[in-house]
């Protein structure tokens, strides 16, 4: 099974190079802006093999960040900064709450 897919990689891949050294040599008479289908093919081609590029990195980001089942230092810091700014944020609702009442008292 390994071998069948190897063997269509390289079937690909010959003819799209031999496709390009045909044009880039001359022997291709070939001008793609004249050919609006194969413009349009290849923009819908192109739009294809992106989403589905897009779909394996999903997948691979999602793999990575489920295998792993743990925080890296760098999201560790962020939950304690997080934490950090809840603690001050209850004070300064606290600070306003006991101000709230008279402005010109000093805490």
Do not use: C, H
Not at 10 to 32: R, S, Y
Not at 58 to 75: C, K, S
């Amino acid at each position: 099974m390994k071998r069948r897919w190897l063997l269509l990689w390289l079937l690909v891949v010959g003819a799209l190079t031999a496709i390009w050294l045909g044009i880039v040599t001359g022997v291709l008479g070939f001008d793609p802006l004249t050919n609006f289908y194969f413009v349009i093919v290849a923009v819908a081609v192109i739009g294809i093999l992106s989403i589905i590029g897009a779909v394996f990195i999903g997948i691979f980001v999602v793999y990575r960040i489920y295998y792993r089942q743990e925080f890296t230092p760098f999201e560790k810091e962020m939950l304690g900064m997080r934490e950090d700014v809840k603690a001050l944020t209850a004070k300064v609702q606290e600070l306003t709450a006991q101000l709230a009442g008279n402005p010109g008292k000093k805490a």
